[in-house]
Nanobody, 125 residues
């Protein structure tokens, strides 16, 4: 069974930074596109960022572009999300997701097969 385990969430003041990490196991990591989504209280889950199997292409939601960076380490089977200049509206549960793809890095959640349990990010004002 594929496992995705997120870490790095927590409480941070507005303007601060966090680095989320997702550790994948029981899969051939380099065969997967990876993504981060988030879900704020009372809202639907939304796309944050995605990355192709080799890190060659990355995609970001417009509302976060310039403040976040997605990266991966295929040797360690990890995908990270660096978030800077955090705002209270970034408060959400952040999820890691995976899908088999050597071509694309989708931006819609229904294209992803595997999901982590999520990590809470809370940004105080």
């Amino acid at each position: 069974q594929v496992q995705l385990v997120e870490s790095g969430g927590g409480l941070v003041q507005a303007g601060g930074s966090l680095r989320l990490s997702c550790a994948a196991s029981r899969l051939t990591f380099s065969a997967y596109a990876m993504a981060w989504f988030r879900q704020a209280p009372g809202k639907e889950r939304e796309f944050v960022a995605s990355i192709t199997w080799n890190g060659g292409k990355t995609y970001y939601t417009d509302s976060l572009k310039g403040r976040i960076t997605i990266s991966r380490d295929n040797a360690k089977s990890t995908v990270d999300l660096q978030m800077n200049s955090l705002k209270p509206e970034d408060t959400a549960v952040y999820y890691c997701a995976a899908v088999t793809s050597r071509v694309a890095a989708p931006r819609t959640e229904n294209e992803y097969r595997y999901w982590g349990q999520g990590t809470q990010v809370t940004v105080s004002s």
